[in-house]
């Protein structure tokens, strides 16, 4: 099974890609995750982005912050400015400026 655990190799630092369930995005530059240890679980973490998550193993967590990654593109970054707060909006501002561009995941 492919799984974004396994395609972004479980690896925090230099990261150009993160492949979601529907989508690929390439990053316009390399980016580093805070990956640690916390109260029992994986912490995966990318503050520019304000994306965290928490998972009871390192793949599960590195799969968890693919989806997460995806999901507030798909409900932030795409959509119109006028339906977003200005927090969102700054949000999909960051977005866009990690992002070089967006493919589907077939690809």
Not at 58 to 73: K, L, R, Y
Request: hydrophobic content about 45%; glycine content about 4%; aromatic content about 8%.
């Amino acid at each position: 099974m492919r799984t974004p655990a396994t395609l972004t190799a479980n690896v925090p630092t230099g990261i150009v890609q993160i492949i979601g369930g529907q989508r690929k995005f390439f990053l316009s530059e390399p980016i580093n995750l805070d990956v640690r240890r916390e109260s029992g679980r994986w912490v995966v973490e990318y503050a520019p982005l304000k994306l965290s998550v928490a998972e009871r193993s390192e793949e599960d967590a590195f799969a968890a912050f693919a989806e997460m990654f995806e999901v507030v593109w798909e409900h932030i970054a795409e959509a119109p400015d006028r339906e977003l707060t200005g927090n969102a909006r700054e949000l999909k501002a960051a977005f866009h400026e990690v992002i070089d561009r967006v493919e589907d995941a077939d690809t």
